[in-house]
């Protein structure tokens, strides 16, 4: 991968001199690893989702080589308009860029021998594995939980029509929306309740489905959150990867997260009465000092550092399948 990267500049596309700085961009060094783990080779034909700044295509064109062939997804025209003229300019010849939803897949250019995705569906669609080879590799961010930010990255193999997950790796992408996403600080799915004034702020629930029409409880524990909060510093560090994924695997239903400031998050529990979270400095806040929320969290708080702050990938990852009656048609990922 080193040799490969060296021969993309990297710059070039992040930080073109006509387009300007593209802010929907990712690490390079996570790009670089889910390439790693995605292992193309030549003649390959290869698909990803999200062509941002089209670093990551310029990559894959490399890999593939000449006699492979590269498709580069994303549902923001402009992105995608200059990603080929980028790879255009530089010679690239073997990518494709084409505007689309790629929850749906990209059916006209399958099958394909890989697919990776720099950004997160609600679930692993079904059209993705339809669309694989048999033997065929999947590398895509996947949700644990129905709350923004709580990710993993899959590495999926379609064998017989079904998906099977090698291994999971910390990290996450932006939420996959159905139109480009203009504001990145605030989660593209799952937020159940904003404040815009006088500062943003917002809450997601995984216990949406029992709230009322006027989005009630997630407006109360947001204000129960902000207004007067019961404060207290945690005993440790919070270790965010772990935390956030040992939280998901616990499969509550009452799993809350919340951005109370700009770029810190927080993980906790809620219910129509109460509600506590811890963010990502250590800070608890409740809605009171004795909040049955916040016997929970503390709970839960025990127990992970009991089990030892386990790593991300120290899980074992089941999907399981998802009917069409049940929300999109595919598999959810959970750990255990």
Known sequence: ?????????????????????????????????????????????????????????????????????????????????????????????????????????????????????????????????????DGGVIVAPLPIAAVPNMTVVAKIVVRDGQPVVESVATGGYIEATTSPKGDLDLPGRWVDWENRVPSPSWISLAWRNEDDHLHSGARTALDRLLEDAYTEPYTAEIDWPSWRTFAASLEDHRLTMAGLRPDLWAIGHSTTTSAAVVQQDGTILADRPDSPSLEVLRGWLAAWEEAGRPAPESYTPRLVRREPADGPDGWGLHLS
């Open 1 to 133: 991968m080193t040799t490969v990267a060296e021969a993309v500049p990297e710059r070039h596309y992040t930080h073109h001199e006509q387009r300007g700085v593209t802010p929907h961009r990712s690490n390079p060094r996570f790009v670089h690893r889910e390439l790693n783990t995605l292992d193309v080779r030549e003649g390959m034909n290869v698909v990803e989702f999200g062509t941002g700044s089209g670093y990551s295509g310029a990559l894959l064109s490399q890999l593939v080589g000449p006699s492979g062939q590269v498709t580069s997804l994303d549902i923001d025209a402009y992105l995608v308009r200059w990603g080929a003229v980028i790879h255009h300019e530089r010679g690239v010849r073997n990518v494709e860029c084409h505007v689309s939803d790629g929850t749906a897949g990209f059916a006209t250019r399958a099958p394909y021998d890989r697919m990776v995705a720099w950004c997160t569906p609600p679930l692993l669609p079904k059209a993705w594995v339809g669309q694989v080879v």
